[in-house]
């Protein structure tokens, strides 16, 4: 019968399993690049401690099991995103916080924060070396996440509005940062901040949902992160620390203007 419940929900259409897809890839292609027994074992302990975080507390919270391909995700993106040598135990802090808060931080039923960005940075906050080894080691991984993920997120879930206001807004505050329109340019033509533009902004779960808030919670995320630098609180990583701070804003905007 749960077999069933999962054939039913899997669909090469649906925005979570073409993400995976394209996650999956750039795992391999990760792993490929710097082969190691060590990383392919590393993947297997990040996905399979994520799925069994996630049935068990299904299991507290009384909820009917489905096809967890938004773990699959999450764990995925903690793979690509956490420095391959960190110990063991760092990662799985970040797992463990990662389904923890997206399963019981949720007002009114939905969870806040993006589970993989919360996870990897309380896990920082821990000791987590967060070096997005995965998603910017060359050309290879930067045309996967803008042809593959960019698909997704602009296709399929139909992210425009967040997105380009996100690109625009980064653009001119990085040139005016810099001084140099060709600096900001070539700084934003990394893999890890596609990866962050096309992959983690825009995840519908967390991400504003009204048009308006859309492009506000863009726009606040690309400013962010420039101030963050600056605080002790960001050193983890100052992206993530952006993201999560939008999400939080986001939700509020979302509620006021549907009031």
């Keep these: 019968m749960q077999f069933s419940i999962f054939s039913s929900q899997f669909s090469l259409r649906t925005s979570k399993i073409r ?4 996650l999956s890839v750039l795992a ?14 590393r993947l297997v302990l990040i996905i399979s401690s994520i799925l069994l975080l996630e049935f068990v507390f299904w299991k507290v919270r009384g ?8 773990g699959v995700v999450t764990g995925l993106i903690i793979f690509l995103l956490a420095s391959p040598e960190a110990p063991l135990a760092y990662v799985l802090t970040a797992v463990f916080a990662a389904v923890g808060i997206k399963q019981f931080l949720r007002p009114a039923n939905n969870h806040i924060f993006n589970p993989a960005a919360s996870g990897l940075l309380i ?4 000791g987590l070396p967060i ?8 050309n290879v991984p930067l045309l996967v996440i803008i042809l593959g993920t960019g698909f997704v997120s602009l296709f399929t879930i139909r992210q425009h509005k967040i997105i380009f206001s996100f690109l625009i807004t980064s653009l001119i505050v990085s040139t005016f940062y ?5 600096q900001s340019v070539n700084q934003l033509l990394v893999g890890s901040f596609w990866f962050f533009a096309l992959v983690m902004l825009p995840e519908p779960m967390t991400a504003a949902k009204l048009p ?11 400013i962010l992160p420039f101030f963050l630098a600056n605080f002790t609180l960001a050193i983890v990583d100052p992206l993530l620390a952006s993201l999560l701070i939008g999400n939080a804003i986001s939700r509020l905007t979302d509620k006021w203007n549907q009031t």
Excluded: Q
């Design 123 to 126: 896990g920082g906050m821990a």
């Design 19 to 22: 993400m995976a897809g394209v």
């Design 28 to 41: 391999i292609l990760a792993i490929i690049n710097t082969p190691s027994l060590d990383i392919v074992l």
């Design 63 to 70: 909820i009917t099991p489905f096809l967890p391909s938004a």
């Design 178 to 182: 810099l001084g140099s329109f060709e």
């Design 212 to 222: 308006l808030s859309r492009l506000a919670y863009g726009t606040l995320v690309a």
């Design 131 to 138: 070096t997005w080894w995965g998603v910017g080691w060359g």
